[in-house]
């Protein structure tokens, strides 16, 4: 018996994308037929087994550590020293030793002008 032909009308393959549009457009409870029988997807698809699943594992965690360890290395960089909100709290830190250092000549000024008033009076 002949292989019946897997082609649509417009000579596209069954899988195409453009062909399942169309068909899918056109009559969308006939999509079915263009994808072939059930007979031929069973023998293209891997067998489900053990090793298989063990592998599918392996390979998801370790995909899960690395997304973790990238999330880890991000966040370290945005609060290291480089980051704009640690050059801000350097910056309030520098005011706040200026402003003390001002508060102390102020301090040692108004003594020495104290001190000048007493000897002229």
Do not use: C, F, K, W
Not at 86 to 102: H, I, K, N
């Amino acid at each position: 018996m002949p292989e019946p032909s897997r082609e649509t009308p417009h000579g596209e393959t069954p899988y195409s994308p453009m062909s399942l549009l169309r068909a899918l457009t056109s009559s969308p409870l006939d999509v079915d037929e263009l994808r072939g029988t059930e007979e031929d997807s069973e023998t293209d698809s891997h067998p489900d087994t053990p090793a298989s699943r063990v592998v599918t594992l392996v390979i998801a965690i370790l995909l899960g550590l690395a997304v973790a360890v990238a999330v880890t290395n991000l966040r370290a960089d945005a609060v290291s020293e480089d980051s704009p909100r640690a050059a801000l709290e350097q910056e309030v830190q520098d005011s706040r030793e200026r402003a003390v250092g001002l508060e102390q000549r102020q301090e040692d000024l108004q003594s020495e002008i104290s001190a000048l008033q007493e000897d002229v009076l």
